[in-house]
Nanobody, 115 residues
């Protein structure tokens, strides 16, 4: 099982950024996927998740700004980040939860929101 996240970078407050996570080694379409983030000095927190059926769940802090989506044909989960704020600065991780008794994590991608 491999997860690879990409798309992080520097973005100005109010701007947009798109993160993607490609997967391999799993039957992607039947699995829930999630994005987490961890800011310096903070615990890792759930940002958004999407079930196999497309049901989404968001942290209150990103509701209305971030959108999680999935492309089962490409085995990819995407996090569209709009109206970003400095407090969105963090390392973002994609996660495959509860697969064969464990959680799988991709390498993080750094998002920095700064002018």
């Amino acid at each position: 099982v491999q997860l690879q996240a990409f798309g992080g970078g520097l973005v100005q407050p109010g701007g947009s950024l798109r993160l993607s996570c490609s997967t391999s080694g799993i039957k992607f379409s039947i699995n829930t996927m999630a994005w987490y983030r961890q800011a310096p000095g903070n615990q890792r927190e759930l940002v958004a998740s999407i079930s196999s059926g497309g049901t989404t769940n968001y942290a209150l802090s990103v509701v209305g700004r971030f959108t999680i989506s999935r492309d089962n044909a490409k085995n990819t989960v995407t996090l569209q980040m709009n109206s970003v704020r400095p407090e969105d600065t963090a390392v973002y991780y994609c996660q495959l939860p509860n697969f064969r008794g464990r959680h799988y994590w991709g390498e993080g991608t750094l998002v920095t929101v700064s002018s």
